[in-house]
């Protein structure tokens, strides 16, 4: 009867791991530095919603792999899969039409019309998706989900799963700003304007450089 017991409660162990639930803390801001108050965040397995406070910060139960839904009204909604080492995540939310939105972002009580007026005036290169990552990679990986993240003799390379090549291993051909590019961990997440995935059509002037795809990257 013992080892009966025994056996039931270590199968039963991954189903209640997997239904614990835990608390990480958020920060969710504008411009890359105003906190938002107000914004709604949704954990869609734990299924709990809270609100940031005027500091922009907030804090809520997850599961494991959940996923937060972040949303404010006029900003572009932000997606978040927890990783299991979170503690703590920080959100740049995109203003979308700056202009046509103002009045809405202030009576929804998100920011104040003065940093609101100062980030549209003079801080909307960091009104940027980019923002959010903390290297090229994880934004690669973010834009473009097939993107695997491999190393290679010590350095990050990147492979598109599915990407057929007849040399067996290719890694991805990267032209940032148009221009054929070996290493780009130099570029800071914040200066990025667009990541895309070039066709095999777009790529083929390319040649063999372009065995395992194409990512183009540009810049400000």
């Not at 005036?121 to 491999?150: C, G, W």
């Not at 700003?177 to 095999?200: C, F, H, R, V």
């Amino acid at each position: 009867m013992k080892k009966n017991f025994v056996l039931i409660w270590m199968l039963a162990l991954p189903f209640i791991a997997q239904g614990q639930e835990r608390e990480i803390n958020g920060y969710v801001v504008a411009f890359n530095q105003y906190p938002l108050k107000n914004v709604k965040i949704i954990a869609k397995k734990s299924k709990q919603e809270v609100l940031t406070d005027e500091n922009g910060r907030f804090g809520i139960n997850v599961k494991k792999n959940d996923v937060l839904n972040i949303v404010a009204k006029s900003f572009e909604g932000y997606r978040y899969k927890v990783k299991d080492d979170d503690k703590e995540i920080r959100v740049n939310l995109i203003f979308n039409n700056p202009q046509e939105n103002k009045e809405l972002v202030i009576a929804e009580g998100y920011i104040n019309r003065e940093d609101l007026e100062y980030g549209i005036t003079h801080l909307m290169d960091e009104n940027n998706i980019y923002s959010n990552f903390i290297d090229v990679f994880d934004a690669i990986r973010y834009k473009i989900p097939a993107a695997q993240i491999i190393n290679v003799g010590g350095q990050r390379q990147v492979q598109i799963r599915g990407q057929k090549s007849t040399a067996g291993f290719t890694p991805v051909l990267f032209l940032v700003n148009g221009i054929p590019n070996e290493d780009i961990s130099y570029i800071i997440p914040s200066e990025i304007i667009s990541i895309k995935q070039l066709t095999s059509g777009q790529g083929a002037i390319y040649g063999a450089r372009a065995g395992g795809g194409v990512i183009a990257i540009t810049t400000k």
